[in-house]
């Protein structure tokens, strides 16, 4: 084998996720290398993003002034016939040129168009596009869609577009079943199932940690535990039981950042510990103590927690 062969194994194999870029570089004692070279990645792919973002806006800008006058056929062209182009695009730069990131950017734009253009496309071309059934088996069949690419191009970028697809499926099904429901009944199991995504999404990060999707884990994590904390928060202003549990619940999120070293759920978790002291405080002891006194303790309770989640980053997550 030549060096050219196996610098394009090594390319290949670092693309597909089988190797990752740091071990390479912590084998063959190439940090100083690899910090001047994730610098210069780090402007690129940032410039990538802002590029990206401009061209999605300029398209939402340029489809809105002509919407009136392209008729049906045209509207359907201009979001999803056009993301599916720009994705298809992107599946071929990534093809031919595996260890770039060119292709990510055309994933990204194309899965920024495609969604919203299956519902252009539903709401053009049949007569039930707007029945909750037919929106949630269109997310169905696109988040399909990015399994199926994801699977073939492992792709960070896919993998987000189809944990993104795959969440508002969840959401819209349930939607879709709850649609003669009860209105209380409705926000109650909204309420578990956005618990029960933000434990998918844990998960979901850990097992990406090590992962070619690793750069993933942060968000999931930081969406995770947003979404279980902020739904189970819901839960307190109806039962004292969950007042209580509540406490517990926070707490144990509190060492699960220390064990998954996540500075995202050690914050989610701080904000979160702090919303229910100030609710509990208001709404116990806001009367007997006095507000003004209330407030004092209250003060130093924020700063003892922002203390301690200092501390808790520096000793068990940064270090």
Known sequence: MTTEDLLRELDTKIASGEMRRSDLIARFALA????????????????????AAIVVIGIVIFVSQIWNDIGSFGRVSVTLGLGLLITALGSMLRKERPSESIGHVFHAI????????????LSELSTG????????????????????????HKSPVLAFFATANGTASVYLVTNALLESS???AYWDIYAYLTMAMGVSYLLLGRSFQDGRNAALTKILYF?????FLGAAF????DSTGWQMLYFLIVIGFLFLATRLKSGAILLIST???????????????????????SLIVLGFVFIGLGYASISINRKYITS
């Open 223 to 227: 969406f995770g535990s947003a979404g």
């Open 271 to 293: 904000l979160f510990l702090i919303a229910h002291i100030s609710y509990i405080t208001g709404e116990y002891f806001a009367d007997s103590l006095g507000w003004p006194i």
């Open 32 to 51: 100083s290398i690899g910090k001047e070279t994730s610098r210069h990645f780090s402007v690129t792919k940032m410039l990538y993003v802002m590029g």
């Open 234 to 237: 819901s839960r307190v202003f």
């Open 110 to 121: 194309g899965g920024a168009l495609i969604p919203g253009g299956a519902l252009v496309a």
């Open 182 to 184: 009860p209105s209380h």
């Open 129 to 152: 596009g707007s029945h909750p059934w037919v929106v949630a088996f269109t997310y169905v069949a696109v988040f399909a869609f990015y399994l199926i690419l994801d699977s073939v």
